[in-house]
């Protein structure tokens, strides 16, 4: 098997590393910055303890704060409009994944032109882009070291990844303490969006030995952190491995790519707004238990990793409860485990059913080939 692995320039992780920021855009020459975060990461005054380093090594910075959650094309298209005519030379995505999602977006707007449609799909950005900086403020997207910007097309009713080699961030500064006054409804949904990255990754079919080491250990210090970050943010420690897991499943399914799981989330996400980690928290058992025929074995090893006491169980067994074992760690962190439960009506899942057959990135890395059938099982099941 042929595969290769894709990194930003540079990642940089620990306790006090944002201190670190302003020498890092000095290497870059850059001048003119402008940082890209989300209304609630300014109103915590993260956005002005970033700006200060930079401001601290004579670069000039404006914030634009207005980054929304689940971003969409028209919204960052207008971000490109009001920020075209200023020169900036390094752009800091300081957020969730959708704060790093729009920084990425503008980088090739700002630098290129055109709408982001234009280049939604794989590799359909022209060249570089305004290089960027990424400073997750959660634990969970992985956005900070991948290569893919998600933004919601509400023309077509659809989310569009813009996936290309030029989105990779110049520098990845992953500071745990800018986690720590994460709010434990987000650690849950981002720590679970986290989890399913490392898990669906390490069960899919591009998984390979690389992403498989990541994979594994992400996924042993996503569950050996999560339900004490949830329940206690100020457990510094937990805080600190939740950071590391996310940054580590990011950078293996950045390379090894995500699954069905991701692939009904989508749909979940656009049409009900459903905040992307509390929808693959919920549907992660269900597409497991579908799909465990397609990949017995490593199901089986999720499960272990998950918990499960694996005396006496076959490989099958043993795979049927990791699937109880997720949803048990889903609930344990306040992720609902019913549709129903997010007031999404059951006439509307035979239309999420069939628009998750269109995500066919995602669906052609599922352990197990899924039917218009398969998925709408599922459906119904997480109903
Ligand atoms: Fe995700």
Redesign the pocket.
């Known amino acids: 098997m042929i595969y290769q692995i894709m990194l930003p320039g540079k990642i940089r992780f620990g306790v006090g590393s944002l201190d670190t920021l302003g020498d890092e855009a000095t290497k870059l020459a850059a001048k003119q910055v402008l940082i890209v975060t989300d209304p609630g990461v300014y109103q915590a005054g993260l956005a002005d303890s970033v700006k200060e380093r930079l401001s601290k090594a004579k670069l000039s910075v404006d914030i634009f704060s207005e980054a929304e959650p689940e971003p969409t094309f028209p919204r960052l298209n207008a971000a490109a409009e009001q920020f075209g005519k200023e020169s900036y030379d390094l752009l800091v995505g300081v957020g969730g994944?959708s704060s790093m999602d729009t920084a990425k977006g503008l980088s090739i707007l700002l630098a290129h032109g055109g709408k982001g449609q234009d280049y939604g799909g794989v590799d359909k950005v022209p060249g570089s882009g305004i290089p960027i900086f990424t400073l997750p403020t959660t634990a969970?997207?992985?956005s900070e070291v991948t290569k893919i910007a998600i933004f919601g097309d509400p023309e077509k009713g659809r989310k569009l990844g813009i996936v290309s080699p030029y989105l990779f961030a110049r520098l990845a500064l992953v500071d745990p303490t800018l986690t720590y006054r994460c709010p434990p409804k987000v650690t849950a949904a981002s720590g679970i969006?986290?989890l399913?990255?490392a898990i669906e990754c390490y069960t899919g079919n591009k998984a390979n030995t690389f992403s498989d080491a990541l994979a594994v250990e992400a996924i042993r210090l996503i569950v050996g952190n999560l339900r004490t970050a949830v329940k206690n943010g100020s457990d510094k420690e937990a805080r600190n491995r939740m950071s590391e897991g996310a940054l580590i499943a990011g950078i293996a399914?950045g390379n090894s790519g995500?699954a069905a799981v991701?692939a009904l989330?989508y749909p979940l996400g656009s049409r009900f707004h459903v905040p992307?980690?509390v929808a693959?928290g919920l549907l992660l058992p269900y597409v497991m238990e579908c799909n465990l025929s397609g990949n017995l074995p490593k199901y089986a090893t999720v499960a272990q990793m998950l918990g499960v006491e694996m005396e006496g169980l076959s490989l099958q067994e043993a795979a049927q409860k990791g699937v109880e074992a997720a949803k048990a760690l889903a609930d344990d962190i306040g992720i609902p485990l019913h549709l129903r439960d997010l007031g999404v009506p059951k006439e509307a899942l035979e239309e999420m059913a069939v628009a998750t057959m269109d995500v066919t990135r995602l669906l052609g890395n599922n352990p197990k080939e899924l039917t218009l059938d398969d998925v709408r099982r599922i459906w119904q099941n997480a109903w």
């Open positions: 994944g969970g997207t992985g969006d986290a399913t990255h399914f995500v991701h989330a992307h980690g693959n």
